[in-house]
């Protein structure tokens, strides 16, 4: 079989890409990783420096690759191999500006990290403009302006529409630059993040908002949202039609109107009917975007999957409106009597709309569709909470979700739209689900990983299908259904494991495990899953959807023509995949997600795979069972591995030249500008740490008292967040500032007024010390100190006074994994000042003996 399937790309061109891709995640992911384990056997110079070291390879190989393929490839072209490192190379700035952090204990906000590291993508985007690196630079900016936000700082969702709304301007008018004119996806994202800041805008008129009776405040939100969002909508339905960003622009205008409309409310009929008005013009919304997106693709059958987000708005809308309509207009005295009246009610209807219009084609199967799925939902929530009111047994647990496949399963032939079957089987799915949570949980039913497995056979079976015959589409449902459900109980058993967020970020790392041969370094990062293994359905299952990247590989191998030495070297590095990430069956299951996208030609089951598998090398950063350092080892290790596929197979498929011209004939000064913005960038850091390190010899000490915690840091690794009694006497005295008022004369406004007067950002805390440098308030002021009477001389405190409480530039200290319970026992932190500079030098125990 020698055809050219997703991308336009032959099989041999597809692998290139897809272990280019997994080459850069995870070699990004492993330095990550590798610089948060804070490894103490290497000096902290030597990991600066061989960090920069492998910053300018990075560039200097990609200045080298970008020569090739411009001798290569036309101009116009994307040369895929550059990008790919220059995007390390981005992603190398970050990693070296937090191990900075980490070594020297700055103290700088994490938002401060990724502003500055934003920046410094900016040159490398307009050396080689790409999709890839404008995402991650889209990422590093809102996150930046998020943890800006968690710092309370003002107007930053206004920061954040500019920064988007600029982004988008650039997008749209560079998209052909950025490669990304077919599939608009830097648009559709930037839009999304303009519209949540715009919801995250208030503003306020000293304390009008308390006392106002109209609701101004309410309608000034609306139209902070609404306005923007309609015009968005005009540019995206007039000048450049794109259907995603049309769902998303009226999305937006919904909600800020559903939020104006339920902003005062004082009884259930004004629920009821603002409800049913919401759930009205939703409707009118998707019929209105479903006309626009048949005028413009008129050869489009099905319903685009963007309408879906509108969709489940719609339907919750409309279950919520229905209960509250049935429980408190009707007055039905039981609640889930009036659940279930409404579930057969919603039913009837639907099948009765399907009568009336049984083409899947007509507008209408929208509506029908809804009645549909309502009744799913009502249908489903009438037995799951009927179930959790009587006495639980396996017979009625295993009932209930029967009952309800049984029933919403014969629904599921009625309609033939793709995505109303898709849903039925995530409803179906769903139900199992919730039935069998607890078993879910405990690992004793792995149906998350039951449902991956059977998506992956279903996949296949449809590929095996289509080789046969043709494309199934009964069989296509059933596969989104399953993987869409896998999807989601990923997420759902991901946010168990690191929610709440106190528990497992504030949770002491275990100590190091002690690794004495290769048996123990295996039984570590696959944590323990073969010498545990129990043989059993629950260890199975996970272990047989590690194995699905090397399956589908192989049955997908023999319909194309290739050299058996290299399907025998690609499925060997698979199954060293398999066995390396056995801990992590999602990883392994999104990888054969890739693999199949290319025979099913489906750029959204591609990009689906992508984007999971990028969510869940970042969890996977996270995960407390495997060490950090070897996880980074083991990172490391599979992405020097598939750069060795990939370079195998790079020789082997050489790219067909476009024009021969030989180096000399193309232009030097990209590489160039590329090396000297590397080297101009590593000056002013190398500037940076000479700074420091002088600060750390000849700066005065300061000690203080300290109480810790112990969290993991976004990027940096495992760190000690110190409180100072220090910080207590000063946080008083700030309150104690502002002018006191009688107690007679104090009323609610005055106190409002008082409480709310704004307090500077920055505040100095000169100290006293004792005879062991041990510090204690003397006094603050609000500019640089320099009278210093009664008090150290030439010694003050730097203090933030941005958050909930004053704060000191550097609160957390650093440390190697595993090494939280020995910094436990510290009972006071050295600082060192010089110049205006505060650097946390080291951590003292009771005695103030260095640890």
């Keep these: ?35 948060a384990a804070n490894w103490d056997y290497l000096s902290d110079l030597a990991k600066i420096y061989g960090l920069q070291t492998l910053f300018v390879f990075s560039v200097i190989i990609g200045g080298y690759f970008f020569m090739r393929e411009s001798r290569q490839l036309s101009a116009e072209k994307l040369k895929l191999v550059s990008v790919a490192f220059f995007f390390c190379t981005a992603v190398l700035i970050g ?76 997008s749209e008018v560079f998209t052909r630059r950025l490669h990304d004119e077919r599939w608009r996806i830097l648009p559709k994202i930037l839009l999304g993040f303009v519209i949540i800041h715009l919801f995250g805008i208030r503003f306020m008129v000293d304390d009008a908002m308390f006392y106002s009776a109209l609701g101004w405040f309410s309608v000034l939100n609306f139209l902070i949202v609404s306005v923007p969002s309609a015009a968005l909508f005009y540019f995206y339905k007039q000048y450049r039609f794109d259907f995603t960003n049309l769902i998303a622009s009226a999305l937006g205008i919904i909600v800020a109107f559903s939020m104006l409309l339920f902003s005062h409310i004082n009884s259930a009929d004004a629920v009821f009917s603002r409800g049913l008005l919401i759930f009205v013009l939703t409707i009118l919304a998707m019929k209105y975007l479903y006309k626009l997106y048949q005028a413009r693709y008129p050869q489009q059958t099905k319903m685009p999957w963007a309408l879906s987000v509108l969709f489940i708005f719609a339907i919750l809308i409309g279950m919520v409106t229905a209960i509250i309509w049935a429980a408190f207009i009707l007055d039905i ?56 009111e009587s006495e639980s047994s396996e017979t009625t647990q295993a009932f209930v979700p029967l009952l309800f496949s049984c029933v919403v399963g014969a629904f599921y032939f009625v309609r033939k739209e793709v995505w109303l079957q898709t849903l039925t089987v995530v409803s179906i799915l769903s139900m199992w689900h919730l039935s069998y949570v607890e078993e879910i949980s405990s690992g004793a039913l792995p149906l998350p990983y039951l449902s991956m497995l059977c998506c992956i056979c279903v996949f296949v079976g449809q590929f095996l299908w289509m080789i046969k015959h043709q494309q199934s589409e009964a069989v296509t449902p059933l596969a989104w259904g399953l993987l869409f459900f896998s999807i989601g109980s990923w997420m759902y058993s991901a946010s168990q494991t690191f929610f709440p967020w106190i528990h497992h970020f504030s949770e002491v790392a275990d100590e190091l495990p002690s690794i004495d041969t290769f048996s123990d370094f295996f039984s570590v990062i696959t944590y323990g899953i073969f010498s545990r293994a129990t043989l059993t359905f629950s260890w199975w299952v996970p272990f047989f959807v590690c194995l699905t990247p090397f399956c589908v590989y192989w049955v997908i191998s023999f319909f194309f ?60 950063y996270y995960m407390l069972f495997i060490p950090l350092l070897y996880k980074s080892f083991l990172l490391l290790c599979f992405g020097a591995l598939f750069s060795f596929v990939l370079f195998f197979l790079h020789r082997k498929s050489k790219v067909t030249t476009q024009s021969a011209v030989d180096f000399s004939g193309v232009s030097k000064r990209k590489p160039l500008i590329a090396l000297l913005i590397a080297l101009l960038m590593l000056s002013l850091l190398n500037y940076k740490v000479w700074q420091f390190e002088n600060v750390l010899a000849t700066g005065k000490p300061i000690v203080l008292k300290i109480a810790p915690v112990d969290p993991r840091s976004l990027m940096q690794g495992d760190y000690m967040s110190l409180n100072y009694v220090i910080l207590q006497d000063i946080a008083a005295q700030l309150n104690d500032e502002p002018d006191q008022l009688n107690d007679e004369q104090t009323s609610e406004e005055d106190t409002w007024q008082t409480t709310s007067k704004p307090q500077p950002k920055r505040v100095y805390a000169l100290i006293h010390q004792n005879e062991q440098g041990v510090a204690t308030l003397c006094r603050v002021e609000k500019s640089k100190p320099t009278d210093f009477t009664d008090c150290e001389p030439n010694l003050y405190l730097p203090i933030n006074n941005t958050g909930w409480s004053p704060a000191l530039p550097s609160q957390e200290y650093f440390f190697a994994e595993g090494k939280g319970q020995y910094y436990a026992q510290a009972e006071y932190a050295e600082y060192r000042f010089k110049d205006g500079i505060l650097l946390l030098a080291r951590l003292l125990d009771q005695d103030l003996k260095p640890l």
């Design 95 to 170: 990693a070296t500006l937090a191990l900075v952090g980490q070594t020297y204990q700055t103290g700088a906000n994490a938002w401060e990290l990724f502003a500055i590291w934003s920046v410094c993508q900016i040159p490398w985007l307009l050396l080689l403009p790409n999709v890839a690196s404008a995402l991650l630079l889209i990422v590093t900016a809102n996150l930046a302006v998020y943890l800006l936000q968690i710092d309370n700082y003002d107007y930053v969702a206004v920061y954040g529409v500019f920064l988007n709304g600029v982004g988008l301007v650039f």
């Design 1 to 35: 079989m020698n055809r050219t399937g997703l991308f336009n790309l032959s099989w041999e061109r597809y692998l290139n890409l897809l272990f280019l891709l997994l080459t850069v995640g995870f070699l990004s992911s492993g330095v990550v990783t590798f610089i």
């Design 333 to 388: 005295s039981d609640p889930l009597f009036a659940v279930l009246a409404l579930a057969i009610a919603m039913l009837l209807t639907a099948l009765g709309l399907h009568r009336a219009y049984p083409q899947a084609s007509n507008e209408m199967s929208l509506v029908v569709g809804i009645c549909f799925l309502m009744g799913y939902g009502l249908l489903g929530g009438y037995l799951w909470f009927d179930h959790l």
């Design 561 to 620: 023509k290739s050299a058996l030495a290299e399907k025998w070297f690609i499925a060997i590095v698979f199954m060293l995949f398999t066995i390396g990430f056995v801990a992590q069956p999602s990883i392994l299951f999104f990888v054969a997600l890739w693999l199949i996208a290319y025979v099913s030609a489906s750029r959204s089951l591609f990009f689906i795979a992508l984007l999971a598998l990028i969510t869940n090398l970042a969890l996977y």
